[in-house]
């Protein structure tokens, strides 16, 4: 295995301390896949016809293994356009940003990344869909530009549990909301569910609101949606427990640990767990051992769950834990997955032949239309 990136820390070091070039195959389940998870994919395919444009959020800390193929399914069955919007990117490695502008022109995709917590991240994507309204006026009907479409711009916001799309559509609700005119002057409320853990949100949204512009522009909020087992690897398991994209205990803490002591290392980031360690290490017990010390901890899981859960809010302990001192933390970025730092990894490759992997799979070919469900399909015809 060939790593693409490595950093002055790891040739300085690289003489007394090699990192593990591979990781064990541990019994770990490959699947969090749910019925109300189900239920969103039929839903998200009776709204389709409706659609002008799906927006899909991913984590910029695992482009890889947040990328849901079921959208790429959706949007060239239907031919629906679609933006990639990367979150966390306060998070993420700078590294990433080169790798994902040729990942994406390969295959013409168009992206994003913002910090969808902040107010100048909601603003440049609500820019950007804006913008996306005015091309999608001029190619079908240039006549319509000025004042939009009768029933406005209509989106559905999806991608893998816990990316950060509840909180985006907030943010998005909250910054369109100024231009809305509101004349009592008050404050919008949230207006999708949010929280730290997978699952949160667990019914497609009514359609809201977070716009006026040309009609307004419209989204549909999705619950996360996650892939089947087969087309999930175990590291890519790992990867998605990392960022919280699965339940805490599918994956077992020590293992999650372990799996991110193995990244930080072969990004040579080995400063970033060093003080409780004093030294770069392969050996997770040391790790977890220095973190009990430090912080006061006796059990071995409850250290790796502190460590790990760290690294996914984004906050690292920056200094030692003294009797009277306060916790001092500093944001820390890394990547939580493993192919981006191979120089030998192919995207489109790799991506068609996931993609291949889904086709025939009974809840992407026999979507359930209600009466309602019927109803809403029709929605954006008006006679």
Not at 163 to 186: C, E, P, Q
Not at 229 to 249: F, H, P, Y
Not at 287 to 301: A, D, F, H, Q, W
Not at 327 to 342: D, G, V
Request: with cysteine; aromatic share 8%.
């Amino acid at each position: 295995m060939s790593i693409k990136w490595i950093s002055q820390s790891t040739r300085r070091l690289q003489s007394t301390f090699v990192p593990r070039m591979v990781f064990p195959e541990f019994n770990i389940p490959t699947s969090d896949f749910k019925g109300h998870q189900k239920k969103a994919i039929q839903r998200a395919q009776n709204l389709l016809p409706q659609l002008n444009l799906l927006v899909e959020l991913r984590d910029s800390r695992a482009p890889i293994a947040t990328r849901n193929l079921i959208f790429d399914y959706l949007s060239m069955e239907k031919k629906v356009d679609r933006l990639i919007v990367y979150t966390k990117t306060d998070q993420s490695d700078p590294s990433i940003i080169s790798s994902l502008s040729k990942w994406h022109k390969e295959l013409n995709e168009q992206f994003i990344m913002i910090d969808g917590r902040s107010k100048k991240g909601s603003q440049d994507l609500l820019h950007i869909l804006e913008w996306k309204y005015d091309q999608f006026l001029q190619k079908t009907d240039p006549g319509k530009k000025a004042v939009g479409l009768p029933l406005g711009y209509r989106m559905l916001i999806g991608g893998m549990p816990n990316v950060g799309k509840s909180t985006l559509v907030n943010s998005l609700r909250f910054t369109g909301y100024s231009d809305m005119g509101r004349s009592d002057g008050s404050k919008p409320k949230k207006v999708a569910k949010t929280g730290g853990q997978a699952g949160v949100t667990r019914n497609t949204s009514e359609c809201i609101r977070i716009s006026d512009y040309k009609g307004g522009l419209f989204l549909y909020d999705t619950p996360g949606i996650s892939l089947p087992g087969k087309a999930i690897s175990k590291q890519r398991m790992l990867s998605l427990s990392l960022c919280g994209c699965v339940k805490n205990n599918l994956v077992d803490p020590v293992i999650q640990a372990d799996f991110l002591l193995y990244l930080l290392n072969l990004q040579g980031k080995y400063h970033l767990y060093t003080n409780y360690t004093k030294v770069p290490t392969n050996n997770i017990d040391v790790l977890l051992n220095g973190i009990k010390k430090e912080v006061g901890m006796t059990n071995e899981n409850a250290a790796a769950i502190y460590w790990s859960d760290s690294w996914r809010q984004g906050r690292v302990l920056k200094s030692g834990l003294k009797s009277g001192s306060k916790k001092s933390y500093k944001t820390a970025s890394a990547l939580f997955e493993l192919e981006p730092l191979l120089d030998n990894f192919q995207y489109k490759k790799t991506m068609e032949q996931e993609l291949e992997i889904l086709k025939g799979w009974n809840i992407l070919t026999q979507p359930l239309l209600n009466k309602r469900e019927k109803h809403l399909s029709r929605a954006n015809t008006l006679f």
